[in-house]
């Protein structure tokens, strides 16, 4: 249990890679909080982490509101006296023709993805300079900040500044004992599993498409006390993807 007592805050927990990483963590020992703006999803996945004698504590969550971000870390210190790991996760995406993409729905994307990043992550390294051990922070971007497909501009723009948002967090809580680090997931299977074609797996060199718990476990690499010299760091998980030459036959 080496994450025993810890107090692990995951945003977008009640669904996909958020829900993946908070089980894993509990699990695991930790306190998790799991904050999500879905309220129905988010009750059912800390209800099921307390089923197995897990500790889950669900805190309804939209990224885009600071106030519910200030509350979030709030009721963590409260209920568990600090905030150790925070698990940036929540995201959206908006998916339309350059031309027709409105300036509200390019705002919406930004404030969840990269606001809402930042505010959560501003709140949660109030908490994690008081202690001796500092904290960890993980920001969850996407290869999307490095590669495209079509009418993807929001969701790209606001992967690109997590990985350059991550950087400068990194430098500035440094000398606070704050690491923070980014992880791009690639393709990641968060339905059926077992409906992917063969030749859906054979386009990544590792040979599978990737499964929610290869993120949960880059988390708890990055998460890991003994691994302090790690910050800063652009992790990609992706079976090779972006680093598979493509030619048309």
């Known amino acids: 249990m080496e994450y025993s007592n810890r107090v692990v805050v995951v945003t977008g927990a009640g669904n996909g890679i958020g829900k993946a990483v908070s089980l894993d963590y509990a699990k695991r020992g930790a306190f998790v909080i799991v904050a999500d703006a879905n309220a129905e999803a988010g009750e059912q996945h800390a209800a099921a982490i307390r089923e197995f ?39 959206i995406s908006r998916r339309k023709p350059v031309y027709e993409l409105t300036a509200d729905e390019w705002d919406d994307v930004l404030n969840t993805n990269l606001r809402g990043m930042f505010l959560c992550a501003r709140e949660a390294a109030k908490v994690m300079r008081l202690q001796p051990a500092g904290g960890a922070i993980v920001n969850i971007a996407s290869t999307r900040a ?85 910050t800063g760091a652009h992790l990609v998980i992706d079976g090779g993807m972006t680093r598979k030459m493509v030619y048309e036959e």
């Open 53 to 91: 004698g897990g500790s889950a504590l669900f805190v309804r969550t939209d990224v885009r509101v600071e106030r519910d971000i200030v509350a979030l870390v709030n009721k963590a210190k409260e209920t568990y006296g600090t905030v150790d790991i925070l698990i940036n996760n929540a995201g």
């Open 146 to 230: 490095m590669m495209s497909e079509p009418h993807s501009e929001a969701y790209a723009a606001s992967k690109g500044g997590t990985a350059a948002l991550t950087h400068a967090l990194a430098v500035s809580l440094g000398p606070d004992r704050i690491r923070v680090n980014c992880i791009s997931p690639g393709w990641i299977e968060n339905g059926d599993y077992g409906s992917l074609r063969e030749s859906d797996h054979a386009q990544h060199p590792a040979g599978r498409v990737g499964k929610p718990d290869d993120i949960a476990r880059a988390c708890r690499y990055l998460t890991d006390p003994d691994n302090d010299f790690v």
